[in-house]
């Protein structure tokens, strides 16, 4: 007699009579990453809305219980990631919003960090997933204590990447219609990205259960354990390309 991890039925065989989980489900690793890969892009209509809308719900519980087991319903992570980093790309090109080259047009006069921005402006999904290593990094080793692997930090870092995406995409109507002035791009993209902390420490708190102020420190820390990894490996990016 098996008991299903994701609605808790116990039940004989490969999979779960009342919901359709799968008997086995292992804890995640990076050999659950490839599979991701591998499965996800090929079932875009499964559970893509219903994960949005348990990321702008309960976050950090969703993604927790994506990680204990209770996969059922949901998007695999990667694979939403790439999806929605392709549809933001292709909107922010279609729509012509230049806000990336508005907020660094005081890099102009240097070809090479021009070439830079132009590199990472084309190939933003892979920017994306590069990015989400050092974070994903860094919340492992701030938060180590809790018990979980790289790999779990990657899908928590992963979905909350994902919420992130689906708000920059709606914000990307925001940036068509107002007025393409370097002031309210600015303004825009500071908002931004005090939502995208905002969301940031409302999944991790929700995820991890900490004391409102050990959280904030290590959020803190994290972020700015990222952050300076980021600004060295794009250091060498400017020197190598």
């Not at 409302?202 to 004391?211: A, E, M, N, V």
Request: net charge positive; charged share 15%.
């Amino acid at each position: 007699m098996t008991i299903c991890k994701n609605c808790h039925n116990r039940f004989q065989g490969n999979y779960c009579n009342q919901c359709g989980q799968k008997a086995t489900v292992k804890r995640i690793r990076r050999e659950f990453i490839f599979n991701d890969l591998q499965l996800g892009l090929f079932n875009i209509d499964s559970g893509m809305f219903f994960t949005i809308k348990e990321l702008f719900t309960r976050p950090g519980y969703a993604i927790k219980d994506y990680i204990v087991g209770k996969r059922v319903g949901y998007f695999m992570p990667v694979s939403m990631l790439i999806v929605l980093s392709t549809i933001y790309s292709f909107l922010y090109h279609y729509l012509d919003i230049d806000l990336f080259y508005q907020t660094t047009n005081k890099f102009s006069e240097d070809e090479r960090s021009m070439h830079l921005i132009k590199s990472l402006d084309g190939n933003y999904v892979y920017y994306v997933l590069m990015t989400l290593h050092v974070f994903s990094f860094s919340s492992w080793i701030l938060f180590k204590k809790k018990g979980y692997n790289f790999s779990e930090h990657f899908v928590l870092n992963t979905y909350a990447a994902s919420q992130r995406l689906v708000f920059h995409t709606v914000t990307l109507s925001i940036l068509y219609v107002v007025p393409e002035e370097p002031q309210i791009r600015q303004l825009i993209t500071r908002i931004q990205l005090i939502v995208d902390i905002s969301l940031i420490g409302w999944c991790y708190f929700q995820f991890f259960k900490l004391k409102t102020i050990t959280l904030i420190i290590k959020t803190v820390l994290s972020l700015g354990l990222s952050y300076l990894i980021l600004i060295i490996l794009i250091s060498i990016l400017y020197y190598v390309l």
